[in-house]
């Protein structure tokens, strides 16, 4: 009888065993996945940065030229 119970608590420690590994596994695989999705986050940050400063001296260069244009209408009108 106790043979029998033996068997059973050595089968539940090694399902319990089987289980840690596959959870240790997903886990790895998780690892490497978050990793990934942070390169790529922070890839995505570096652009979406240099899209807004791009804009930002787009807009300096049109306030700039509206600027010039404004200058040049107002001396048309002088004349």
């Not at 319990?16 to 790529?40: F, R, S, V, Y």
């Not at 570096?46 to 107002?74: D, H, I, M, P, Y």
Request: glycine residues 4%; without cysteine.
């Amino acid at each position: 009888m106790s043979f029998e119970v033996f068997e059973k608590l050595e089968s539940k420690v090694q399902q319990a065993i089987d289980t840690i590994a596959l959870l240790q596994m997903e886990i790895d695989e998780l690892k490497e996945q978050n990793g990934a999705l942070n390169q790529e986050l922070q890839a995505t940050k570096s652009g979406t940065e240099s899209l807004v400063r791009e804009n930002e001296q787009l807009k300096q260069e049109q306030a700039t030229w509206q600027e010039r244009l404004r200058t040049l209408l107002g001396k048309m009108e002088e004349v």
